[in-house]
């Protein structure tokens, strides 16, 4: 090798050293090389090693096995995004001329892909109100082409709690599977497959990543759901890159820490609020859903939270504000939002880890 075109070709690679990093390095790379037919054929008869990253990478499979072991699952795969690893979920238990039922309150994305994207697909889609048990039991028994039960452990803006219990009481009696979303929670406070479900999906671009930095999903269940869900991942590429995976795991490294202390701080948020708006908190989880009342002028509240940024996310480590009526749930008509409660008075407000003293005194700012 004498040539510059071929020298700057040809760097030098660092695995060729004995090196030994103390956290794990990023893969960064589409594909990966063999020494030899041989080493290639080991490859496919399952000796560990990898091939090309759509169809497997160590930073998305570490990324999937820590999801797991965290949610107390045999498996996990991670995905392009939340919405791709409840893509992927859902087409590993349905097909065409099976039928979904979900709650009436998931996440507005969720909404749409049952709605817009799997009916196209020939997939049944009927919503309910999950907090009304026999209005679950009647759609099973009028569709009994109902697969499976999809809800989320804590819902969006009014953060009802489900009763995964229930569901998987259900389940039993009905040969259906349940899958949840369990963004809002994290397995800091809820594991919903240890409590039956079989399978739980995130937005890892949530609390799981932690600092807004990264957009990933994961899903964890056991070892049949997730390899078809894995297969569903990468036949229609929707993988994830190493590097959202290397920034997901270093952010999960500290998510107890962090959850601890959101927690504590929405806690202490809702306490703070109680005698100034009407509070939704559900003692679990770090968001507070609050609307002001009608003799506060929206607008200027929202202009006088100083450092708390309004962003139409949440679970960062700073404390944020959304605005509900205007974004996450813009799409819906005036009668919707109404029967829902979303209205222009309601803010949903994600606790972050500052001093719980400054929160609450630029939150009392705001109000004066
Ligand atoms: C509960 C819930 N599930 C899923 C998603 C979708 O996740 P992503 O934006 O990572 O695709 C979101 C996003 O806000 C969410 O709040």
């Known amino acids: 090798m004498d040539m510059m075109e071929t020298k700057t070709v040809h760097t030098a690679k660092a695995g060729e050293r004995a090196i030994h990093p103390k956290v794990m390095p990023l893969y960064q790379t589409s594909a990966f090389s063999f020494s030899s037919l041989e080493e290639l054929e080991g490859y496919y008869e399952g000796n560990g090693t990898y091939l090309y990253s759509r169809t497997a990478n160590p930073n998305t499979d570490a990324l ?35 039928h979904v039922l979900a709650a009436q309150d998931v996440y507005g ?12 697909l020939g997939i049944g889609v009927h919503f309910a109100d999950f907090s009304n048990i026999s209005e679950i039991e009647k759609n099973l028994i009028d569709f009994p082409e109902v697969k499976l039960l999809f809800s989320e452990s804590i819902t969006n803006p009014f953060l009802r709690v489900e009763d995964i219990e229930v569901l998987v009481q259900l389940k039993k009696r009905y040969g259906v599977k349940v899958m949840i979303d369990n963004t809002f929670a994290t397995p800091y406070a809820v594991r919903p497959f240890e409590l039956g479900a079989d399978l739980v999906a995130h ?66 948020i809702a306490e703070f609020l109680k005698d100034k708006a009407q509070v ?48 996450s749930h813009r799409a819906l008509s005036e009668e919707e939002k109404e029967k829902i409660g979303v209205t222009r008075q309601v803010v949903r407000l994600s606790a972050g880890i500052e001093g719980t003293e400054d929160i ?8 004066k």
């Open 280 to 327: 939704w908190y559900p003692g679990k989880g770090a968001i507070v859903t609050f609307a002001l009342p009608e003799s506060v002028d929206v607008s200027k509240f929202f202009s006088s939270l100083g450092w708390i940024q309004i962003v139409p996310t949440l679970a960062g480590v700073e404390t944020t504000v959304s605005y509900p009526y205007g974004t």
């Open 203 to 268: 937005s890892a671009t949530k609390y799981l990543g932690g600092h807004s930095d990264v957009t990933a999903g994961v899903l964890a269940g056991g070892k049949e759901l997730i390899a078809l869900a894995a297969n569903r991942i990468v036949n229609m590429g929707m993988n994830l890159s190493p590097f959202e995976a290397w920034l997901a795991l270093r952010g999960i490294k500290t998510l107890a820490l962090r959850m601890k202390a959101q927690t504590a701080n929405a806690q202490a």
């Open 64 to 98: 999937g096995e820590t999801v797991a072991n965290l949610e107390g699952a045999p498996k996990g795969v991670a995905a392009s995004s939340g919405m791709s690893a409840i893509l992927a979920g859902i087409l590993a238990v349905v097909q065409a001329g099976d």
């Open 360 to 367: 609450l005194a630029q939150l009392g700012a705001a109000f």
């Open 109 to 120: 994305g969720t909404f749409h892909l049952l709605k817009e994207e799997l009916v196209r």
